[in-house]
């Protein structure tokens, strides 16, 4: 089963292109160096602010990285790809 892993963290840049830049260079040792580690992106909500990593990894074992979390203060929400792909649909159907 795979897991969807979305990382919650204060924004700490003000533009969407220095938070890129600042991120890429932070977050480097963390890709490189977790086994299991399938994809990531991100993004920013830009009506509050918040920042958000989307890792997906090969299961949610893998997933688990506590002392990442410590050192970053961050916090976690697991979600089994499968069971929400099953329950919302990635694309609404249009209504006529």
């Known amino acids: ?7 919650h963290y204060p ?3 003000p533009t969407l ?3 890129r830049a600042d991120k ?15 994809d990531k992106t991100w ?3 830009e009506e509050t ?6 890792y997906h990894f090969e299961d949610k074992a893998t997933a688990e990285q506590r002392s990442f979390r410590r050192a970053n203060n961050a916090s976690l929400e697991y979600f089994d790809v499968a069971a929400i792909a099953y329950t919302k649909p990635l694309r609404e159907e249009a209504t006529a």
């Open 43 to 45: 993004g920013m909500n």
């Open 24 to 38: 890429e260079q932070a977050a480097a040792f963390f890709e490189n160096e977790v086994p299991g580690l399938i």
């Open 17 to 19: 292109a220095e938070v």
């Open 1 to 7: 089963m795979m897991m969807m892993v979305i990382l």
């Open 49 to 54: 602010g918040r920042m958000a990593s989307v």
């Open 11 to 13: 924004a700490v840049a």
